[in-house]
């Protein structure tokens, strides 16, 4: 026997409570195991951002288009390396369900803008930018629909039409897209601008939004400052912004999302501290005596702190861990059909240890006061307690 | 020896207890020794100070003045600290209630002392037994407190008192809470833990007939002492 079995033992001496109390806990951190995998994917794109690229979108918004004129006149611009501009598709797969992120493209300039998170084989971007009929898929995306080079695919759009009439574009697929890290999310579609511009119905010579690529970080600021200012008082005003900032006003729109996760695990976990400090307080109460009697036989102020401490730190952890396992099982179920909404959902190593250092913190804060009482109480008073 | 260097010793000890705005005096320049290898009854009516005087021969209460030495060792000057860690190498204490452990079975129980040396745990398990077969135990190991008579917990707690080896036994009332023929073999454990093992006892005890076991009784009054030589 050690201190650590004494723990352990005072723990469970209610099976009944302890196994509640562990309960508890294991929903909170389950909770927040969930939403900090959400947040996680929802700002990925910040954490990936490059500090050296900039988003150039309408001033109104990003969904408002602007004149196809604006990426010459962006890439004279002094302290601009490379340009790059996509155009939101809004496309399908057989049943509006199934939303395929797809982006018109120019793609000269796109993989040099991302070479550093992307790389498709050199023959098949060469086909791809040979046939513009042809589209290049991210992994992921092909993984889903078993889609592999060759194949032909009916994309529809549900905001673009064709001059025939009709919704959908027959693309080849003619090259697989992999991330060069794990991180980097592939569950997407890319086709040629020129050949999207030709064909549909309306909208034409706009693009939805530039990436700017600049000499330096540094310059940033200024590039930014010169573009805007290039196209103010235009029919098309534009806001520049880095790719971080972009990314987090991106995902605003969906809301705050750290606002949410910050509230609803404070209020799981604020309800799990007053439980279990108050059932803490009280097993401690009941034992009064027994500290009385470990402080009797020699067990120091100090010691039977950090025993009373162990037990709800161990506590935390018992409820905690397997808290956040199911959260990572959750995630994972969860991973493929969430994969469109928030790619990358998972319960990340970070997450992880951010999670124990709440476990261990929710423990310290639910034992402190007990442990300060048990290690301050008078022999005499314990034993005469009784 | 003995009387030069008594287990115990109180000199000019004096203890007050503040009840709202009332102090009552417990002990008034108190003076004690108890030799070694002596086994002391203390007697006396309820309030007559006999709990206190074992809490501040355990230090577990403080004097207001005077000194207290076990083993020619002065105890109160000692920290809180420091008297925990000498309460461990030199005190065992066998209470009313016995105050064991419930989640803990018998080895267990008397293995605590032991968590708080630097014995190793084949060491631990050996003194375990050893103090466990002293009480008539040794085949109750794995049982539980709730699974033993009062007069068996009452052995697992004399177990857990002896098993790191203390000069001093401090009982408060250890029969009070049995039948006779349990008290009776409690008191002869021990009477044999002091005659054959040596060890200094001081009982607290309302039960004349618990007394008749030590060597002595002192009658605790106000206060004071009145002694009365018993035969052995």
């Given at each position: 026997?050690?201190?650590?079995?004494?723990?352990?033992?005072?723990?469970?001496?209610?099976?009944?409570?302890?196994?509640?109390?562990?309960?508890?806990?294991?929903?909170?951190?389950?909770?927040?195991?969930?939403?900090?995998?959400f947040y996680r994917a929802f700002t990925a794109g910040e954490d990936a951002a490059a500090a050296?690229?900039?988003?150039?979108?309408?001033?109104?918004?990003?969904?408002?288009?602007?004149?196809?004129?604006?990426?010459?006149?962006?890439?004279?611009?002094?302290?601009?390396?490379?340009?790059?501009?996509?155009?939101?598709?809004?496309?399908?797969?057989?049943?509006?369900?199934?939303?395929?992120?797809?982006?018109?493209?120019?793609?000269n300039t796109y993989f040099d803008v991302y070479r550093s998170e992307f790389e498709v084989p050199l023959e098949q971007l060469q086909a791809f930018m040979r046939d513009r009929g042809s589209a290049v898929v991210g992994e992921s995306l092909a993984q889903k629909w078993g889609w592999k080079i060759g194949d032909r695919i009916p994309l529809n759009s549900n905001i673009f039409s064709q001059k025939s009439g009709g919704h959908t574009w027959d693309l080849t697929i003619a090259g697989i897209i992999k991330g060069k890290a794990q991180h980097v999310d592939t569950n997407f579609l890319l086709f040629q601008y020129a050949y999207f511009d030709e064909t549909r119905s309306f909208g034409k010579d706009t693009i939805g939004w530039m990436i700017l690529q600049t000499t330096s970080p540094e310059n940033n600021d200024r590039v930014a400052k010169t573009i805007d200012a290039m196209f103010a008082n235009s029919t098309a005003e534009t806001s520049t912004d880095t790719?971080?900032?972009?990314?987090?006003?991106?995902?605003?729109?969906?809301?705050?999302?750290?606002?949410?996760?910050?509230?609803?695990?404070?209020?799981?976990?604020?309800?799990?501290?007053?439980?279990?400090?108050?059932?803490m307080a009280l097993s401690i109460r009941e034992r009064t005596r027994e500290i009385g009697v470990l402080k009797t036989l020699g067990f120091s102020g100090p010691r039977i702190l950090t025993m009373v401490l162990g037990e709800s730190v161990l506590l935390a952890l018992l409820g905690g861990i397997p808290g956040l396992a199911i959260a990572a099982l959750i995630a994972m179920a969860l991973r493929n059909s969430l994969a469109n909404v928030v790619p990358g959902f998972a319960v990340s190593p970070t997450i992880a240890l951010?999670?124990?250092?709440?476990?261990?913190?929710?423990?310290?804060?639910?034992?402190?006061?007990?442990?300060?009482?048990?290690?301050?109480?008078?022999?005499?008073?314990?034993?005469?307690?009784? | 020896m003995t009387a030069e260097h008594p287990m115990v010793r109180l000199t000019g000890v004096s203890k007050r207890f503040t009840k709202g705005k009332e102090t009552i005096s417990i002990f008034d320049h108190l003076d004690l020794a108890i030799p070694r290898g002596d086994f002391v009854a203390v007697m006396g009516p309820s309030g007559s100070g006999k709990t206190t005087l074992l809490n501040l021969l355990g230090g577990i209460d403080r004097v207001d003045a005077g000194e207290i030495a076990v083993a020619d060792h002065r105890i109160d000057g000692l920290s809180e600290g420091e008297?925990?860690?000498?309460?461990?190498?030199?005190i065992g204490f066998i209470f009313q209630f016995y105050n064991l452990m419930p989640m803990l079975t018998a080895a267990q129980n008397v293995e605590l002392p032991l968590l708080l040396t630097k014995l190793r745990s084949k060491e631990r398990a050996e003194r375990v037994h050893t103090a466990l077969s002293v009480v008539g135990l040794a085949d109750r190991v794995k049982h539980r407190p709730r699974e033993m008579s009062g007069g068996q917990q009452q052995r697992v707690a004399i177990a857990r008192a002896i098993v790191?080896?203390?000069?001093?036994?401090?009982?408060?009332?250890?029969?009070?809470?049995?039948?006779?023929?349990?008290?009776?073999?409690?008191?002869?454990?021990l009477q044999l833990l002091n005659g054959e093992l040596g060890k200094t006892i001081v009982m607290v005890t309302h039960d004349p007939a618990a007394a008749n076991y030590a060597k002595r009784v002192l009658h605790l009054d106000k206060g004071r002492f009145v002694e009365r030589e018993l035969a052995a």
């Open positions: 026997m050690n201190d650590f079995d004494l723990v352990r033992k005072n723990l469970f001496r209610r099976k009944l409570r302890a196994c509640l109390m562990i309960v508890s806990i294991l929903i909170a951190f389950m909770i927040f195991g969930v939403l900090a995998g050296d690229r900039m988003i150039t979108v309408n001033k109104i918004n990003f969904t408002q288009p602007m004149p196809i004129a604006y990426f010459n006149r962006v890439r004279a611009v002094e302290g601009v390396r490379q340009v790059t501009f996509a155009n939101w598709f809004g496309g399908y797969y057989q049943d509006p369900k199934n939303f395929i992120m797809a982006l018109a493209v120019e793609p790719e971080k900032a972009f990314g987090k006003a991106f995902a605003a729109q969906f809301g705050n999302i750290a606002l949410i996760v910050l509230l609803v695990v404070g209020a799981a976990f604020v309800t799990i501290l007053m439980i279990v400090g108050n059932t951010q999670g124990l250092a709440l476990m261990i913190a929710l423990g310290l804060i639910t034992g402190i006061i007990p442990a300060l009482n048990a290690m301050r109480l008078k022999i005499a008073t314990a034993l005469g307690r009784g | 008297l925990a860690a000498w309460r461990a190498a030199n790191s080896d203390p000069n001093l036994l401090l009982c408060d009332e250890p029969t009070g809470d049995l039948d006779r023929q349990s008290a009776d073999e409690i008191l002869s454990i």
